[in-house]
């Protein structure tokens, strides 16, 4: 038997204890007729209100152990993705490949998008003029970008159109190395780009999404593979 039930049982049993009690004073002529009435109405109002509050309670009960439950089973299929970065020749081309391996019980995603992620250095502007804020958040922190045009990625290559996914198979991805930004314009700026940036991992901030389950969010980097050295 449900708790709920169990509460529901114990709040009628009250309701009949305090009826045979007034069956018995009325019986014994303990109390006038509207004496009685009022105490059968009052006891119906704190036995229908500890039926009221005994249900509520196991309701709010049930739905937190069943809130904890689905917390649980969307942490255990938290998408397992085998993801990698690889330049297989020398020059600027790259290709970003995205599996899903599991976990079992995951067979597919409806939806997946991966977004570069900015480099963790902080390029807030300390003078007026170029860069603006909107200058230095519209640029791409990163060694590579997608490749605008191809795979239906839109400028500047930062994220990816939304994909399904299903588990064994490779989604590929066309990328390219980002350029420096305009007002990097010094004598010394191409060394500073290379040591900074390029030779950084590649950082990602995939968003996955199933119907019937909460969205999950999984960063990766994923260092660049390559047998040349990044030009």
């Not at 009325?26 to 009685?36: A, H, K, P, T, Y």
């Not at 976990?103 to 900015?118: K, S």
């Not at 300390?126 to 239906?152: K, S």
Request: with cysteine; hydrophobic share 45%; charged share 25%.
């Amino acid at each position: 038997m449900s708790a709920i039930w169990k509460r529901r049982l114990g709040a009628a049993a009250m309701l009949v204890v305090a009826a045979m009690a007034l069956e018995i004073t009325r019986r014994e002529d303990w109390l006038s007729g509207d004496q009685l009435g009022v105490i059968a109405a009052v006891a119906s109002v704190v036995a229908a209100v500890a039926a009221w509050k005994a249900t509520s309670r196991a309701s709010d009960t049930a739905e937190a152990m069943a809130a904890i439950e689905r917390d649980r089973w969307h942490v255990e299929l938290t998408p397992q993705l085998e993801v990698h970065v690889r330049r297989p020749s020398a020059g600027e081309r790259a290709t970003l490949g995205i599996k899903l391996m599991g976990p079992p019980g995951l067979e597919r995603l409806d939806a997946v998008t991966i977004q570069i992620r900015d480099d963790d250095v902080d390029r807030t502007p300390r003078t007026a003029g170029p860069p603006t804020a909107a200058d230095v958040a519209a640029h791409i922190w990163g060694p590579l970008n997608f490749i605008p045009g191809i795979d239906d990625v839109l400028a500047p290559g930062r994220t990816t159109p939304s994909f399904p996914l299903e588990v064994g198979r490779m989604r590929p991805f066309a990328m390219t190395n980002t350029v420096r930004p305009f007002w990097w314009d010094d004598d010394d700026a191409t060394r500073r780009w290379r040591l900074e940036v390029r030779d950084q991992p590649v950082r990602l901030w995939i968003e996955c999404r199933l119907e019937g389950h909460k969205p999950w969010f999984i960063y990766h980097e994923a260092k660049i593979e390559s047998p040349f050295a990044s030009s």
